[in-house]
């Protein structure tokens, strides 16, 4: 199982951009699904997750500018993202509960993605 991350970039703050992130291999379902994002010289944090029935959970500081959103059919999680600011300038990680037997479920992460939000 892979996860693929893409989206990332170069955005003028107030500007948007949409990572996706899609989940290929022997998958029976996948459980939550997230995104994570890691700053020069800080911890890592959760960003946004959303569950298998759609509920979702955000970080305080992306609250109302992030959008998670999830396309079971595509195995595929995309978090828009809006108002961008300097301090969003970090590497992004998707993460996922993946099913891959009846009775396994481990966790995956996707390569990480780069997002600048510069003038």
Do not use: H
Request: charged content about 15%; aromatic content about 10%.
């Amino acid at each position: 199982v892979q996860l693929q991350a893409s989206g990332g970039g170069l955005v003028q703050p107030g500007g948007s951009l949409r990572l996706s992130c899609a989940a290929s291999g022997s998958i029976v379902s996948i459980n939550t699904m997230g995104w994570y994002r890691q700053a020069p010289g800080k911890q890592c944090e959760l960003v946004a997750n959303i569950f298998s029935g759609g509920s979702t959970n955000y970080a305080g500081s992306v609250k109302g500018r992030f959008t998670i959103s999830r396309d079971n059919v595509k195995n595929t999680v995309y978090l828009q993202m809006n108002s961008l600011k300097p301090e969003d300038t970090a590497v992004y990680y998707c993460n996922a509960d993946i099913r891959v037997e009846p009775r396994v479920t481990y966790n995956y992460w996707g390569q990480g993605t780069q997002v600048t939000v510069s003038s």
